[in-house]
């Protein structure tokens, strides 16, 4: 049997361009670990757009296979904490950015990246949340660690019709909260409904000249967006509410004031997956198992081949992906 496996490639052409091919690799081309995996899914995450197309330097090492996170099955192991035939899942950790990634039949990690797939989720699922639903329950139990409960009032979601987005709407609707669900996709609105949206406010609402302060509507917050549209969110924030900030799909900037935070007492929680601590993705994924609706997780996912991701990661940028985009690499 051959030991080759499919994977995608980015690699440096000139001083500042990349290629993408899709090509075969061999175990020895693979990077250092202790445990390697027979890759099953990964996906296409914000991240991975910006690495494949090289719009901003994810990539740190040449050249790479891109792919932020995995699901799989271990084929061999040196840790003692996994064995063959492990179900595992993998995010962030800088895989797919200095370590070769999940957009290839096999990957050699450190098993200390790895946690177990837990009961309950299949790796399909596991990677249909992939990091981005990973980040949105992150963001989730952000908001509940700072007391943001159902009956304090409206919570917020913008990019929502995107992956975290989506998952994040889908998780506090279940969860009770009544969800506001900001898009620039008018198109999209019986589909955030279908994940639980109570009301969709257009993008344009958050992204004007933002006031230092603004009506209080809103409890608390999950931001896939920063910049215009995080200040205009924080202008928002109902006395002592907090806003779970994660992304940038708008920009990294920030033009706010300090006026929410010493007129109302809102706190921003910055929220990073890449290098959260192991006991809080055990938390994540027992929540996300119990949290998140699997009807709602199929109805937001889209599955592609390895063939596909260039085209998907030109589309996430672009900001035409609905929800989550599964790449099945068997
Ligand atoms: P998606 O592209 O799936 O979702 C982003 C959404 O943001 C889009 O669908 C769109 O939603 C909205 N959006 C896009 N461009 C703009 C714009 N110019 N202005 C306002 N809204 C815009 O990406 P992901 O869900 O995978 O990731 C979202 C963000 O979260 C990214 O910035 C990503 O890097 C970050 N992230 C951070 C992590 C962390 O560890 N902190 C982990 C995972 C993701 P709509 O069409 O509904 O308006």
Redesign the pocket.
């Known amino acids: 049997m051959s030991d080759r496996f499919p994977a995608i490639l980015v690699s440096r052409e000139g001083e500042k361009g990349q290629k993408v091919e899709k090509t075969d690799l061999g175990l020895d081309d693979l990077m250092e670990g202790d445990v390697v995996v027979s890759v099953e899914h990964s996906t296409v995450?914000?991240?991975d757009?910006?690495a494949v197309t090289g719009k901003a330097p994810v990539v740190r090492r040449w050249p790479m296979v891109p792919g932020i996170d995995f699901a799989g099955t271990v084929d061999a192991s040196d840790n003692d904490e996994f064995k063959p035939g492990d179900k595992v899942v993998l995010n962030?950790w800088g895989v797919g950015e200095t370590h070769y990634g999940g957009f290839a039949g096999k990957a050699r990690v450190k098993g200390d990246w790895l946690i177990h797939l837990p009961d309950g989720l299949s790796g399909a699922q596991a990677m249909a949340i992939?990091?981005?639903g990973?980040?949105?329950m992150?963001c989730v139990l952000a908001l509940e660690r700072q007391e943001v409960t159902p009956d304090k009032g409206p919570v917020v979601v913008?990019?929502?019709?995107?992956?975290?987005?989506?998952v994040a709407v889908s998780i506090l609707s279940k969860l009770g909260y009544e969800v506001v669900?900001?898009?620039?996709?008018a198109g999209?609105a019986d589909y955030?409904k279908g994940l639980g949206a109570a009301e969709i406010i257009g993008?344009d609402e958050l992204?004007g000249q933002p006031r230092a302060l603004n009506k209080e509507r809103f409890a608390g917050g999950v931001d896939?967006?920063?910049?215009t549209?995080l200040a205009n969110v924080l202008s928002m924030t109902k006395y002592g509410g907090s806003v779970a900030a994660?992304?940038?799909?708008?920009?990294m900037d920030l033009p706010t004031t300090v006026a929410p935070f010493i007129l109302r007492g809102v706190s921003l929680i910055?929220?990073?997956?890449?290098m959260?601590p192991k006991s809080r993705r055990i938390e994540a994924y027992s929540r996300l198992v119990r949290d998140l609706d699997h009807d709602k997780l199929a109805a937001m996912t889209t599955t592609i081949g390895l063939d596909g991701v260039e085209q998907a990661a030109a589309d996430?940028?672009a900001?035409?992906?609905?929800?989550?985009v599964v790449v099945d690499i068997a």
């Open positions: 995450n914000y991240k757009g910006l962030g992939g990091t981005a990973y980040t949105a992150l913008t990019g929502a019709a995107g992956g975290v987005g989506s669900a900001s898009t620039g996709r999209e955030l993008r992204s896939a967006v920063g910049s549209t994660c992304g940038l799909a708008g920009g910055g929220v990073d997956s890449v959260a996430i940028l900001g035409k992906v609905r929800g989550r």
